[in-house]
């Protein structure tokens, strides 16, 4: 839910620059990765309805010494 208070949007009750970089892109706080293979699912759908969903799987290698 987007709402406009007290000149500040918020969406789903985070602000603007919870949500957001300076620079546009999305911000994803407090991931925890496990060594070895990590997936990560981002899903998306806009006002229209229109939905996506996109799964990247990357490979960690912790450097504990």
Do not use: P, R
Request: charged share 25%.
């Amino acid at each position: 839910q987007i709402n406009y208070e007290k000149n500040k949007l918020t969406i789903g009750g985070k602000s603007f620059d919870d949500i957001y970089c300076k620079d546009g892109l999305y911000k994803a706080d407090n991931i925890l990765y496990v060594q070895g293979t990590n997936t990560i699912t981002v899903h998306a759908e806009d006002f229209n309805g229109n939905v996506s969903t996109k799964e990247f799987t990357i490979e960690i290698t912790l450097d504990l010494q």
